[in-house]
């Protein structure tokens, strides 16, 4: 039996899952051994340099999707996936450059402090922590249907219910990193996971160039070629532009509407973005952005060989029959570079990469529902610090449980396809929103609330009635069934500028013309840092 068909030693997989499980546990318990602040809990007292915090904003954002996703898409769709790989990082300059910094200057624990700065607090907070919770629960859905289809493929388990079991599993041991972690604990698992993972990603991509004489051209060549049928000239051109996406002029638009959600999208992720209040200065989130830019730029160039690699070595009809479909591509590609054992250490690094970000994405959500919602909202700003952390952590089980049962329904879905609709999300809610608060003096309280829930029930609501949900092969449900209207598969392309237009309305009709003194000092801090991290009274 070939290799391929058992995919690897299932009692070498979990051996290298369970180390890396009790390693990294073992660092959470570490480094947070003593009594904990709130602000340990939400930004690891601030306390990561700059390089520390680029490793870990690389970790948070090279997620499932960057590795085992657009790997797949490569793999099975050539330059068309090739997309996934420059849409993440062009995102990721647009997010550091224009938003992350000026962010992290005005705000203190969460995207909301930023949006309501200078507004009412309460509609704004609210608004802010909604569209939050909304898009880290739909982005914990891919990771946790990418844990399932992983495991799936290392055990063998084909059964949905085993593969239920698995998702449920990660779903605990995330629940149990933030708890006993919080964001410092976070942090240096994100650090280790983005090490390994890079890491990973290089020795792969090494051992595919090898077996070509590190001769890039004809790696694209050969994978070309095993793409097309020797007898007939049918199949998949690797190397064809708009294969995915040129078939009728309504796909043409919708790979116009992912790009546009997959360059925009990250600058309103609110777990990429906290990354930037664990520095102490505005010079270290500088460095931090710097450090991101170089490890993030050399992960995607890589994942172009080892897309390509997989394509070749292993086989798109392989990659797609075994569990897990496209996102099986980066285990199976190691497993035949090196065997079972390599395959396990990869598969263990991607394990830990769902686990790292999955914890990220929960201290986000429980934050910005403990600090945003029970502090501000409910409590006037006089919560018990203590008490406040007790709330986030308890909001942390709730998004666990949501996101398992979120996790199961999404399993056998390509994550890098997920990602991309959590980013047209976030590109809709929040990039509007926090650019029109850091840039435009007049924007007003009713123009902020107008343009995120314009943005966010306009996203949501179109993706569901999309081909992507219902009425394709491709889609979640099946082309069983159908209620999908909406032509395009992502919604960035209408649902931004709705958005930014709710945002301008709401503004130019609203009889508050906000107070001028806020807009000056928020102008100030966003851009000499000069009081970042302190709450402002009004």
Do not use: C
């Not at 070629?225 to 796909?251: F, H, N, Q, R, V």
């Not at 790292?356 to 029970?374: C, N």
């Amino acid at each position: 039996m070939s290799p391929l068909q058992t995919y690897g030693n299932p009692q070498i997989n979990m051996a290298v899952f369970a180390l890396f499980v009790v390693a990294t546990m073992g660092i959470v318990i570490a480094v947070t051994r003593q009594k904990q602040k709130a602000s340990d809990f939400y930004t690891g007292g601030a306390a990561f340099s700059g390089r520390q915090n680029g490793l870990a904003i690389t970790g948070d954002y090279l997620s499932a999707a960057a590795f085992l996703g657009v790997t797949g898409a490569i793999a099975i769709s050539g330059y068309d996936g090739l997309l996934y790989s420059i849409g993440f990082f062009v995102a990721l300059l647009l997010a550091l450059y224009l938003v992350a910094e000026p962010m992290r200057n005005t705000g203190k624990y969460t995207m909301a402090d930023v949006l309501s700065f200078r507004m009412q607090q309460k509609p704004v907070r609210t608004a802010a922590a909604t569209s939050t919770l909304v898009i880290s629960f739909v982005y914990l859905l891919a990771q946790m249907a990418g844990a399932g289809g992983l495991v799936a493929l290392l055990l063998g388990v084909t059964d949905k219910a085993y593969q239920a079991l698995v998702i449920a599993l990660v779903g605990v041991l995330m629940i149990v990193y933030v708890l006993v972690g919080g964001m410092k604990g976070t942090t240096w698992v994100q650090m280790i996971k983005a090490v390994l993972l890079l890491s990973g990603a290089a020795i792969m991509a090494a051992l595919v160039m090898g077996r070509h004489g590190f001769n890039l051209n004809e790696l694209l060549i050969t994978a070309q070629a095993a793409g097309l049928d020797k007898e007939t000239g049918l199949g998949k051109d690797l190397l064809s532009p708009m294969m995915k996406y040129g078939a009728t002029d309504w796909t043409k638009l919708s790979f116009l509407s992912l790009s546009l959600a997959l360059i925009a999208g990250p600058s309103g992720l609110p777990h990429v973005l906290m990354r930037f209040y664990t520095v102490p200065t505005a010079k270290e989130a500088r460095r931090s952005a710097v450090w991101a830019i170089i490890l993030v730029g050399a992960f995607f160039l890589l994942t172009l060989v080892l897309g390509m690699g997989a394509a070749e070595l292993v086989g798109q009809k392989t990659i797609m029959s075994a569990p897990g479909g496209a996102n099986a591509a980066a285990p199976l590609l190691a497993l035949v570079l090196g065997g079972e054992v390599f395959m396990g250490v990869i598969s263990g690094v991607a394990f830990a990469t769902i686990l790292a970000v999955v914890a990220g994405l929960t201290i986000t959500a429980s934050a910005s529902f403990a600090h945003d919602v029970y502090n501000s909202i409910l409590k006037n700003g006089n919560a018990d610090p203590e008490e406040e952390v007790r709330v986030a952590r308890i909001t942390s089980v709730v998004i666990g449980v949501l996101a398992i049962v979120g996790g199961i329904v999404a399993n056998g879905q390509n994550i890098a396809f997920l990602i991309s609709l959590a980013f047209a999300v976030a590109a809709s809610a929040n990039l509007p929103s926090i650019l029109y608060t850091l840039y435009w003096p007049r924007f007003t309280t009713r123009g902020s609330v107008w343009s995120i829930y314009t943005g966010l029930l306009s996203s949501v609501l179109l993706i569901l009635f999309s081909p992507a949900i219902s009425g394709s092969k491709s889609a979640m449900l099946g082309e069983g069934v159908n209620f999908a209207w909406f032509p395009l598969d992502n919604p960035a392309l209408v649902s931004i500028p709705l958005a930014f237009l709710a945002g301008f309305i709401g503004t130019i009709t609203s009889s508050d013309q906000g107070d001028s003194e806020l807009a000056k000092e928020m102008e100030v801090r966003s851009m000499t840092g000069a009081g970042a991290g302190k709450a402002i009274a009004h």
